[in-house]
């Protein structure tokens, strides 16, 4: 069988494969936004075998493996590692056409050099090359392999970052790779469960060392934890909702009297829920436009939508869906609060609903910042295809969305938001497909043939955009390209 994953993988066209070899192949990467581990960072972890490194937390492949009729022992439960394997082998040929084809026939190639089509019949070969390669591998050597410049990582303000304060202070950790927390307080907005709200007080209240049995305390609790990630190279806060409420907020004696109920154990009503929602995201604005962060909104998803597996398996094992939720409204007036106030920081949009791709960017663009003193170019964003539409035609949609209505060469290009160490070869995926887009054009005298011109476009979305919007500092030998 011919070799699926060529040099000219996904590049239709001469003037695709000139600008993707050219000037996007070798770029350093700088995932932003990701879920990798810093306990698993900070201690350079070795994976037992290939079913550890690839299926441990990859809700994706669990969906396609429940669809193929593959039972929860061999997804989230207790099988046997290699048993595993092998389900999720016979389950690839029948991801034709869905990215994980794609995905998994490329980290193979980037990760262990296997040019292999995966299925019942290669399983065992692929597992025992992998396995043994991997016995040379840890977290490190993976980083290095794919090029990957920076790591954000996805952390709750209650957690102590014992592992980023490693990180960025024992000798020898990763010496190439920078890894940032980013700030994602949704525990913090649990404000409809009083029973997990007690909970997070107490985890916040160690973490800061201080009084949350009050709002103003609690705020600061919230505010000290922002300041500890800052210290440690945080650059950005990353927050997950359904819709954003379309409801005002309230003043502190208003969210006083809400969190005081909700702490002796009162659920408040949805709309106090909501209000009080909304002021502390308007609070969370705040704070990232003083420290000069990016935030981050991740909207539309429909969390946990079968009961039984929640139950069962918990949040983050592949049962969420994308929302219908009208974005617009509550989406505007949380901007346009923040805006009036001189307080809107760099905003980040992502939608999963692909029919909301122009609401979101013509919303972006309402809010760029000619307002600003002095101007921040680029300052709103609408973000990479994320989640159900990482893959060829979601990016695409996205990317016609950011040229359509706004400006391409400002676009801060892709992420992985992914668990797994082999998710890096996602940001090639993207590369790629970003590269054939433009050539295709080219050829069709859409575009001009200015290499120049089109070069810089590739560089600055695939790699330099990023670093200037968060102000990251690199390290290694990466150092010189911040």
Known sequence: MASLITDDFLLSTGASRRLYHDCAMGLPIVDYH??????????????????????????????????????????????????????????????????????????????????????????????????????AMDARTLLDRFGVALVGTTDDPADGLEHHRLLTTAPGMLPDTAVVPTYRPDAALRVDDPTAMRAYLDRLAVA???????????????????????????????????????VAPLDDAGAGRVFNRL?????????????????????????????????????????????????????????????????????????????????????????????????????AQSFQGGHDAPPVPGKMQLGAGWWHLDQIEGMTWQLNAVSNLGLLPRFIGMLTD?????????????????????????????????WDLLGELVRDICYRNTVRYFGFQLKGRWAEWS
């Not at 016979?90 to 193979?108: A, F, G, I």
């Not at 505007?332 to 029919?355: F, I, M």
């Not at 050539?439 to 069709?444: C, D, L, S």
Request: charged share 25%; hydrophobic share 40%; net charge negative.
């Open 34 to 135: 990701g879920h990798l581990s810093p306990r698993d960072l900070a201690a350079h972890r070795r994976f037992d075998n290939l079913a550890e490194l690839w299926l441990e937390g990859d809700h994706y492949k669990w969906r396609a493996m429940r669809a193929a009729g593959v039972p929860e022992t061999h997804c989230t439960g207790a099988a046997d590692p290699y048993d595993k394997f092998v389900a999720f082998a016979r389950t690839v040929p029948q991801t034709l056409r869905n990215p994980l084809y794609h995905w998994t026939h490329l980290e193979l190639v980037r990760g262990f050099g296997i040019d292999l089509p995966l299925n019942r019949d290669t399983a065992k070969e692929v597992w025992d090359t992998a396995n043994d390669k991997l016995q």
């Open 208 to 246: 800061n060392d201080s009084d949350c049995s009050n709002y103003l305390g609690y705020v600061e609790a919230l505010k000290g934890r922002h300041g500890a990630f800052e210290a440690l190279g945080c650059r950005s806060s990353d927050h997950g909702m359904t819709v954003m409420p379309d």
């Open 263 to 363: 702490c002796d154990g009162a659920r408040p009503t949805a709309e106090e829920a909501a209000r009080l929602t909304t002021t502390m995201m308007l609070t969370f604005g705040r704070w990232a436009h003083e420290a000069g962060w990016a935030q981050q909104l991740h909207l539309g998803a429909l969390r946990n939508v079968h009961p039984r597996a929640m139950q069962t398996l918990g949040p983050d094992t592949g049962f969420d869906a994308i929302s219908d939720d009208r974005q617009a409204p509550g989406l505007v007036r949380y901007l346009a609060a923040l805006a009036d106030a001189g307080t809107l920081p760099k905003t980040v949009l992502y939608n999963l609903n692909p029919a909301d791709n122009y609401l979101f960017m013509s919303i």
């Open 418 to 450: 992914s668990r797994s160490f082999l998710s890096f070869a996602r940001h090639e995926y993207f590369r790629r497909l970003l590269c054939d887009l433009l050539g295709r054009e080219v050829e069709a005298g859409l575009l001009p043939a200015d």
